[in-house]
């Protein structure tokens, strides 16, 4: 490992408790791109439910919050969501986004 891969080594295990083997080996299956967008990005993120206490959670539980690899554009637009109290009401919120959108035409489609 050079001295960027070994930071980047040590920054995955203290902050989300998984190896750079274990985050390239996720990127591998999910094809190399974005869980949400199906995009290769050269900016990934580690992508984790938000849970209190997280940040001084001991490096194995860290683990078990892991979801997936995301592009930075992905990962930035669910951070509005994480901010509601459970996982229900996350999931309203992202089927309500859905079916807005589905509602109203995209750029370029016919009205």
């Known amino acids: 490992m050079d001295t960027k891969e070994r930071a980047k080594h040590h920054r995955l295990l203290r902050t989300y408790g998984i190896t750079l083997l274990e985050f390239n080996q996720t990127l591998k ?3 190399g791109v ?6 290769a990005h050269p900016r990934m993120c ?13 490096s194995e539980d860290k683990k078990k919050y892991v979801r997936g690899i995301l592009c930075f554009l992905c990962n930035t637009g669910l951070k509005g969501f994480e901010k509601t109290v459970d996982g229900k009401r996350n999931r309203q ?4 986004t859905y079916a ?6 995209l750029k370029g489609e016919p009205v």
């Open 29 to 31: 299956e999910q094809g």
């Open 34 to 39: 974005c869980a949400i967008c199906k995009k």
């Open 46 to 58: 580690l992508d984790h439910i938000h849970v209190k206490g997280f940040k001084t959670m001991k």
């Open 93 to 96: 919120q992202l089927n309500g």
């Open 100 to 105: 807005y959108f589905m509602d109203y035409a």
